[in-house]
């Protein structure tokens, strides 16, 4: 995809226009607890931010009104729930309009294989992480579902055998 059709499709981004929050070293320590155990009490992250309860409450009622905090959630270990395989695929379209990234994102978002899913730019369109009980299923979930959506015109896929580093920790 060309620098200047990725501009038009994600205009956020050709703009540089990055909606950052101004964050105070407390809402920035906060932000590091919970990412790092988000079933902590208000109680128990004031004590490790060094703040009273009340104005920590406040700081991370307004991180979620603003956005910044997206919402809680439990993280698994993929493995121990049977999701033994670990895939990146990358996609390419055989048209490039808006309409057809829009399309194969919103169809690949459905799909609950699909962990994450970018746009990139260079010779493949997508990047997708997928995970599977196994290569037979990721097998089954390639030529069944992801080879068939329209407008895909080549798919590579690489195994993750193992895995080094897996974080959603922002270094804040």
Not at 55 to 74: F, T, Y
Not at 78 to 89: C, D, E, P, S, T
Not at 127 to 153: H, N, W
Request: aromatic fraction near 8%; proline fraction near 4%; charged fraction near 25%.
């Amino acid at each position: 995809m060309s620098i200047a059709l990725f501009g038009m499709i994600y205009p956020e981004f050709a703009a540089n226009k990055v909606n950052m929050i101004d964050l105070d070293p407390f809402e920035r320590k906060i932000l590091r607890e919970l990412q790092r155990d988000a079933s902590l009490t208000t109680a128990q992250i004031a004590e490790r931010v060094g703040l009273t309860p009340s104005p920590c409450w406040r700081r991370i009622d307004r991180l979620e009104r603003e956005g910044l905090i997206r919402k809680r959630v439990a993280l698994l270990d993929r493995r121990k729930v049977g999701l033994n395989a670990q895939i990146f695929a990358q996609v390419k379209l055989n048209a490039h309009g808006r309409a057809n990234l829009d399309e194969f994102g919103a169809t690949i978002g459905a799909f609950p294989e699909v962990l994450d899913a970018y746009v990139l730019m260079g010779t493949m369109d997508f990047m997708l992480r997928i995970v599977t009980q196994d290569i037979d299923a990721y097998e089954r979930f390639f030529f069944e579902r992801l080879s068939k959506l329209p407008g895909v015109q080549e798919i590579h896929s690489t195994v993750a055998l193992s895995e080094i580093k897996s974080t959603n920790e922002l270094p804040i």
